[in-house]
């Protein structure tokens, strides 16, 4: 059974829908770690209550970026893991992190990348003015949003649609994408091709 570990520093909903979809064995794997670098994220909450081992590390406790994914590196091979799932973690990994983990890292965004990437891919897609956006699961690369694409998953933007409404239907297809994103990459159906990913 393939280890996953969950990296998160907010409300993890998308951890839970993970959670869900291992629970309905949907995904054969075992989350072996729910890691935050906020003290106050819920998705710590929701792990403790399913029993997931937690780990929080704060950045400030490290003397720079590489110091600190060291620690986590290091957590991560002590638990036997085999894949990271970033879910609304707000850290840029490092290029150490990736050469460690590259090809087992996924990330989920809430635009359809490559437009509107960073911290504000809903708000800035609506005040763009795009009628269609979405949400983007990628393999995770040294470069900021920008690693190969595995699945995406548009919607319509309404006339009367506010940031919270949006935010809200994006959530909803987020956890139906990236439960089923990671379910591939357990079952080993994900081949990288330079910036393509081909289902096996
Ligand atoms: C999601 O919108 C995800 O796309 C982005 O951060 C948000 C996390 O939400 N990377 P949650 O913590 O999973 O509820």
């Known amino acids: 059974m393939k280890n996953i570990a969950v990296f998160c520093s907010g409300y993890g909903s998308n951890l839970q829908a993970i959670i869900n ?3 309905k064995k949907k995904i054969k794997a075992r989350i072996a770690l729910v890691l935050s670098d906020r003290v106050d994220a819920y998705a710590l909450v929701r792990a403790r ?4 081992p937690v780990l929080y590390a704060d950045p400030v406790d490290f003397k720079d970026r590489v110091s600190y994914d060291r620690f986590l590196i290091l957590n991560l091979k002590k638990k036997k893991i085999d894949y990271v799932v970033l879910a609304g973690f707000m850290r840029l990994m490092s290029p150490y992190f990736i050469r460690c983990f590259r090809g087992r890292v996924l990330n989920i965004h809430p635009s359809l990348l ?3 990437k960073g911290t504000q891919g809903i708000k800035d897609a609506l005040s763009y003015g795009v009628k269609i956006t979405g949400v983007t699961v990628h393999f995770v690369d040294e470069k900021l949003d920008h690693g190969p694409i595995i699945a995406q998953g548009a919607l319509e933007i309404k006339a009367t649609d506010t940031q919270t409404t949006l935010a809200e239907r994006i959530h909803r297809l987020e ?3 990236y439960p089923q994103a990671v379910r591939l990459l357990i079952e080993n159906k994900l081949k990288i091709q330079g910036r393509k990913v081909k289902q096996k």
């Open 21 to 23: 979809s291992v629970k």
């Open 175 to 177: 956890h139906k994408l």
């Open 114 to 116: 490559p437009s509107f």
């Open 49 to 52: 209550k399913e029993k997931i």
